[in-house]
């Protein structure tokens, strides 16, 4: 990292915050704490970059829209996308830590990633756009592995030559030794975002920038409406009996329901923080309830966790492409369910 520094500070203030809520959702998806150490901010280039790159990386190119054309990049180290892969998937710790050392990247992995990858840019995009209201549309761009020496530098690979203003912030992860996750804006969109936040402070009367409301995770997320009801859905009753007398302790408002009825009037009656959706296998057409769900509550902080009897590596990415949360198997564990349940909405 080197060159002349520019004032980018309340443009790091919103990239850290949307790393972090990156994080803790990750943290939520693969069953694991994960957070971030204070960041640092600074120039860099193409060719710097790739001097110090020395294994394997992931490159994900997030395409920005509307008032701010042009691509910026997030990468994460292989061993790191090979452990949250492993994790999301079950995998056991031995073979993943085996992974990790030989840099084995299977087919699992990569569909694994990009779907932790779909997460990482939907806390990307809630905190954008809470600070840029109406002005931001971002997309991924799948993510694909780097191996320097081994791959080609090519005009875009792995990231377009240019400057950049690089973001990086170190992963923290009890048991596990990880790296930094970095982001590279080139310097052009990155002066159209800071020139941006430095407008909107100027229209703040009496406020300086850094004063200004940047999106943090606590704001973006809804937390702002206490979410006091767990919706229950299944259409085996003795099932959703088994769920309330587990959650019973947690305090919450508990609602149970068959899938078969008027779902649109339940959660909007209900306000419900999260939903426990029981089904009956897991195949496409049963995990597409999901979707559903997911359409009625489309502008709602609404979380769900799928509840099963089995749980094979496909379907666990099958449900979290329907917009599942986590995962649950049936019968219930009443210390996984309710580790899982607090990891969403905080302890009882």
Same mark, same amino acid.
């Given at each position: ?8 500070? *309340? ?7 949307? #790393? ?19 960041? =640092?901010? @600074? ?11 020395? $294994?394997?990386?992931? #490159?994900? @190119?997030? &395409?920005?829209? &509307? @008032? ?28 993943? $830590? ?21 997460? #990482? ?25 780097? +191996? ?14 240019? =400057?950049?203003? !690089? ?34 402070? %100027? ?7 850094? &004063? ?24 085996? =009753?003795?099932?959703?009996? %088994?769920?309330?007398?587990? +959650? ?25 923080? !999260?939903?426990?959706?029981?089904? =009956? ?19 709602? %902080?609404?979380?769900?966790?799928? *509840? ?32 899982? #349940?607090?990891?969403?909405? @905080?302890?009882?």
């Amino acid at each position: 990292m080197g060159g002349e520094m520019r004032d980018f500070t *309340c443009l790091n203030t919103i990239v850290s915050a949307a #790393v972090k809520q990156a994080a803790d959702e990750t943290g939520v998806l693969i069953g694991r704490q994960l957070s971030i150490d204070a960041g =640092e901010c @600074g120039t860099i280039d193409r060719e710097s970059f790739l001097g110090r790159v020395e $294994t394997a990386i992931f #490159v994900a @190119g997030i &395409e920005s829209r &509307e @008032g701010y054309t042009g691509t910026f990049y997030i990468v994460f180290s292989a061993r790191d996308a090979i452990l949250f892969s492993g994790l999301l998937l079950g995998i056991p710790a031995a073979r993943i $830590t085996e992974k990790r050392n030989l840099t084995i990247v299977e087919p699992d992995d990569t569909d694994a990633f990009a779907e932790i990858m779909n997460q #990482v840019v939907g806390s990307v995009k809630s905190v954008f756009s809470s600070s840029f209201p109406g002005k931001v549309c971002l997309k991924l761009t799948p993510p694909s592995k780097f +191996l320097p020496e081994v791959d080609p530098v090519t005009e875009q690979e792995p990231i377009p030559d240019g =400057e950049y203003i !690089l973001f990086s912030s170190r992963l923290v992860m009890e048991g596990f030794e990880t790296g930094e996750v970095e982001v590279f804006f080139p310097t052009p969109l990155a002066e159209l975002f800071a020139a941006q936040v430095s407008a909107d402070a %100027a229209a703040e009367t009496g406020s300086e920038v850094d &004063e200004l409301p940047l999106g943090t995770p606590e704001t973006v997320a809804g937390d702002t409406q206490p979410r006091q009801t767990i919706l229950i859905l299944d259409d085996d =009753e003795l099932e959703r009996q %088994a769920l309330r007398e587990m +959650l019973a302790h947690t305090g919450m408002n508990l609602v149970d329901a068959p899938l078969g009825g008027d779902l649109g009037e339940l959660v909007a009656g209900a306000s419900a923080g !999260l939903v426990l959706l029981g089904v =009956e296998d897991t195949g496409e057409r049963s995990l597409a309830v999901c979707d559903k769900v997911r359409s009625v509550c489309r502008d709602s %902080a609404l979380a769900m966790i799928v *509840c099963a009897r089995e749980w094979t590596r496909t379907a666990v990415l099958r449900a979290l492409n329907h917009g599942a949360r986590d995962i649950v198997m049936k019968p219930f564990i009443a210390d996984e369910l309710a580790s899982k #349940v607090s990891r969403i909405l @905080g302890p009882a």
